[in-house]
């Protein structure tokens, strides 16, 4: 095999092992409104993932991806979640790195995303038709569906023994050169805990560069719109009560319609960014544009107290008759929208902190999570017309903040780098 196919296969193992993963995870995000705790756990870990090779940090958390059916296992799941994520996430993007160069990082970075969100399609189908026409879910049907999604995880857990070591040259952030070679025979002789200082004494100094900084913005709102389409818009189609029996299902229906939306994204900006002459900007301004779309419909098509209705649900009028087929499409538009914003964020962080990826996107999901967290909490307090209005805004100056590091790279680049667009 080709040193370019085994990259290649790589990528496609991991997203497909993601895919198995998140089956079980983003389907139980959309059953339970759950909290997520690996904020601040993203930010310490960068160091494991550079201090080692990224299938084995990947396996050695990744089964903590597991849930039971429980209230009390639901909240001690999320702190063991936390700390699987935070060295997933982070050996995610190093693995995505490494297998790439600066012609296939937008590439790579659409085919992950792609096969990762097939797993709001699986999983959310089952609910579906398993839920179909019920208005109370009972403990077996609960029980039958974490057993099923287990099993799911498991599978994953097994694919992430077939990703290989890329071969060392022409990987994205790696130079040949042997004084390269010579520093990172001297940093493999550093003890561990003189390299846990230093991997987190690099991220502190990366999270207050000007790029960075920037960048922030831009992840924040991808978090606060996570934690509303994952967790919170769901909940709304399910509270309101004027959808008659079909609400229960079209829960699953919601999650089928946003991984359709996800798919399609990244499976369309994968194919594309070869041919893409105008950078990412053109694919945030599409996601910022979708997404205005969206939660406008959203905020006409639902009553403003979904988000927060007693479990009977409510009975609420919006500023429209509330339709099952524009909140489906609003489901679809989240999701489109989503792939927007974190294929063009994975694919800049790849090319800006290609030498030394773990710190960055050990960074970038800490911001993420901390706003997925806070979008969490305050979501069960605030009215649906806030929490669009919160997300707008962020969702403006996110978008902002992305175009301007775009154009400062894109301008570097061209004072004599040899960059390529997307």
Not at 53 to 58: F, G, N, Q
Not at 205 to 232: D, N, R
Request: charged fraction near 15%.
């Amino acid at each position: 095999m080709s040193p370019e196919s085994k990259k290649l296969f790589n990528i496609i193992i991991l997203g497909v092992a993601f895919m198995f993963m998140f089956t079980a995870f983003q389907t139980c995000g959309n059953v339970a409104h759950g909290y997520y705790l690996w904020s601040v756990l993203c930010f310490k870990f960068d160091y494991t993932v550079s201090g080692c090779h990224c299938r084995t940090s990947t396996l050695y958390v990744c089964q903590w991806f597991i849930l039971q059916p429980f209230p009390w296992s639901f909240y001690t799941a999320s702190v063991f979640i936390g700390i699987a994520a935070a060295v997933l996430w982070t050996a995610q993007g190093n693995c995505l790195t490494i297998n790439s160069d600066e012609h296939t990082i937008g590439r790579n970075s659409g085919i992950f995303w792609a096969l990762l969100q097939s797993s709001l399609f699986f999983g959310n189908l089952y609910i579906y038709f398993a839920w179909q026409g019920k208005t109370q879910i009972s403990e077996s049907d609960r029980r039958t569906v974490f057993i099923a999604l287990t099993v799911i995880s498991l599978v994953g857990t097994v694919l992430f023994f077939l990703i290989r070591k890329p071969d060392s040259e022409n990987v994205l952030g790696e130079d040949e050169s042997s004084d390269d070679q010579d520093m990172e025979v001297n940093e493999s002789a550093q003890n561990n805990l003189t390299k846990a200082v230093d991997a987190f004494k690099k991220s502190f100094k990366l999270c207050v560069t000007k790029e960075m900084l920037l960048l922030s913005i831009t992840t924040a709102y991808t978090g606060l719109e996570l934690t509303f389409f994952s967790g919170v818009y769901g909940t709304c189609i399910g509270a309101i009560n004027k959808f008659g029996a079909e609400e229960k299902s079209l829960i699953g229906l919601s999650g089928i319609f946003i991984g359709i939306g996800e798919i399609l994204g990244g499976s369309l900006f994968g194919l594309l960014s070869k041919n893409n002459r105008f950078g990412r900007n053109p694919v945030v301004l599409l996601g910022i544009l979708v997404h205005f779309i969206a939660f406008y419909l959203i905020f006409l098509n639902m009553p403003g107290d979904a988000p927060i209705a007693p479990v009977k649900g409510t009975d609420s009028s919006a500023y429209i008759k509330s339709s099952k087929e524009v909140a489906i499409l609003c489901s679809f538009l989240l999701g489109l929208g989503d792939s927007c914003f974190n294929t063009q964020l994975l694919s800049i962080l790849g090319f800006l902190y290609s030498e030394d990826s773990a710190p960055a996107f050990a960074i970038f999901k800490f911001v993420q999570s901390i706003c997925a967290a806070v979008a969490f909490f305050y979501s069960n307090y605030l009215l649906l017309h806030w929490q669009l209005l919160v997300m707008v805004i962020f969702g403006f100056f996110g978008t902002i903040s992305f175009f301007t590091v775009e154009w400062e790279a894109a301008a570097f680049v061209a004072r004599g780098s040899d960059y390529r667009s997307i």
